[in-house]
């Protein structure tokens, strides 16, 4: 059986942060890339960031550049996404999903539209101000 299990969400406050972890079963890990999606109430979901699985490139949304760092730990069949300096409008439900898209190139050139073969439960960040 396929899984992904997010953790690591919360409360925090402005400027604070916080470390998400996607954990990967049922698959082999080294056939997909990882991304990070997230969905404010009432907004379109979005792509934050995501990692190849065939050189650990690394892609980010501009909102989050320079805050978040994704990394990927493969002996764990685990991404995390480190967030720093977070704020209010990083609120949302934080979601993990593996696409096959190994080098990110379709995730590139939609955005991280259509993308996504398999997908967790998703993690609550709320940022307070």
């Known amino acids: 059986e396929v899984r992904l299990v997010e953790s690591g969400g919360g409360l925090v406050q402005a400027g604070g942060s916080l470390r998400l972890s996607c954990a990967a079963s049922?698959?082999?890990?080294?056939?997909?890339?990882i991304g990070w999606f997230r969905q404010a109430p009432g907004k379109e979901r979005e792509a934050v960031s995501a990692?190849?699985?065939?050189?650990?490139?690394?892609e980010y949304t501009d909102s989050v550049k320079g805050r978040f760092t994704i990394s990927s730990d493969n002996a764990k069949n685990t991404v995390y996404l480190q967030m720093n300096s977070l704020k209010p409008e990083d609120t949302a439900l934080y979601y993990c999903?593996?696409?096959?898209?190994?080098?990110?190139?379709?995730?590139?050139?939609?955005?991280?539209?259509?993308?996504?073969?398999?997908w967790g439960q998703g993690t609550q960040v709320t940022v307070s101000s």
């Open positions: 990692i190849s699985s065939t050189d650990g490139s690394t």
């Open positions: 049922g698959f082999t890990f080294d056939d997909y890339a």
């Open positions: 999903a593996a696409d096959l898209d190994r080098t990110l190139r379709n995730y590139r050139y939609s955005g991280g539209r259509y993308w996504g073969d398999y």
